[in-house]
């Protein structure tokens, strides 16, 4: 008898001590942030997702009163700052503003990554897509992706295309292209959009994937020719260039995103809140016009979707990883 009685004690203090403990959390995240928020970003300052970030951060200002920095932390394509954030305290303080890359690609390019995408990062929300455009020099023939696939299958090798590294998103995306329409394409590597478009305007390679803003930039100054999207649907920002699958390759449907994310263990009524932050500033009617306006369509999500998402781009992008034949390590 007198067991029964301790036991059901001990289950009336555990639960007064979960009770206490919820409350606690919740009332912690009623007055977050009490100081500056940590933001980590696996690239580097003046990049398109770094641009995208310092403006959700100032609508942040605005919207939510927040302190943001953001610390960029390039290196290994988003890694060196997804380690970093994994290893954060988990109290909301250190944030990551993480590409396609350091969770969905790097899994299957570096053989000893010290994080794990799903085990070790608490999703927050998916805030962006990000569509490549195909593009070419604006004195080239191609005046259509049929245009450059006939060339391509007419001369097997001999076109080259670049990319802002091995496993790139824009790697991936021309290597999918490339099997789909079975045509044999030479894959030159940079380091970045700054070497690319030189490359492309100097006639080193003939055809890239990049982003739209670079693309914008390009096609508007009438150095370079925009061929086709790599998502299934048609951009605002671009109504009259078709989508990969308007031009011959049913299906296609590839663009990187951006998302934010806490340390694993971060406490729900955190998450909420922050949630619900990012998603009222990045749907603030000037922002999203700003953000569509350059080609990055604003996608939000709940944290339960976003970590199926993250899951289900890790098989694809991993396939398409593998299917390239990429390596880094």
């Not at 606690?24 to 995240?29: H, P």
């Not at 995208?52 to 920095?69: D, F, P, S």
């Not at 994937?209 to 009438?222: P, R, T």
């Amino acid at each position: 008898m007198s067991t029964a009685r301790d036991l059901s004690a001990g289950a009336v203090a555990l639960a007064a001590i979960i009770a206490v403990a919820g409350s606690a959390t919740t009332a912690m995240a009623q007055v977050y942030p009490s100081k500056p928020v940590r933001i980590l970003i696996g690239f580097p300052p003046g990049t398109a997702p770094d641009t995208i970030i310092r403006q959700i951060n100032q609508k942040l200002g605005e919207t939510a009163g927040w302190t943001m920095i953001v610390e960029n932390r390039p290196g290994q394509g988003g890694s060196l700052a997804a380690t970093d954030a994994a290893r954060a305290t988990p109290d909301g303080y250190t944030l990551l503003f993480s590409a396609t890359g350091a969770l969905a690609t790097n899994p299957a390019l570096y053989r000893n990554l010290r994080y794990d995408p799903v085990k070790d990062f608490t999703p927050i929300t998916r805030i962006i897509d990000l569509p490549l455009v195909l593009m070419v020099n604006a004195g080239s023939a191609y005046k259509s992706v049929s245009d450059f696939v006939a060339d391509a299958r007419a001369r097997p090798g001999t076109l080259n295309y670049a990319s802002v590294g091995n496993g790139s998103t824009s790697h991936l995306v021309m290597a999918s292209l490339a099997k789909q329409s079975g045509i044999q394409l030479t894959h030159v590597p940079y380091k970045g959009s700054a070497e690319i478009i030189p490359a492309l305007l100097g006639g080193s390679v003939q055809a890239v994937f990049d982003s739209i803003v670079v693309g914008l930039g390009q096609s508007k100054a009438g150095r370079a020719r925009m061929l086709g999207v790599s998502t299934g649907r048609r951009l605002s920002a671009l109504p009259d260039v078709p989508t990969l699958a308007e031009s011959g390759l049913p299906g296609f449907d590839m663009a990187a995103w951006y998302g934010v994310l806490g340390p694993a263990g971060l406490p729900q009524p955190l998450v909420n809140r922050v949630n619900q932050e990012f998603i009222k500033a990045v749907t603030s009617p000037d922002l999203q016009a700003t953000l569509e306006a350059q080609g990055s369509p604003v996608v939000t999500s709940t944290p339960e979707a976003f970590a199926a998402f993250i899951r289900s781009e890790g098989i694809k992008w991993g396939q398409a990883v593998r299917e390239s034949g990429a390596t880094v390590d």
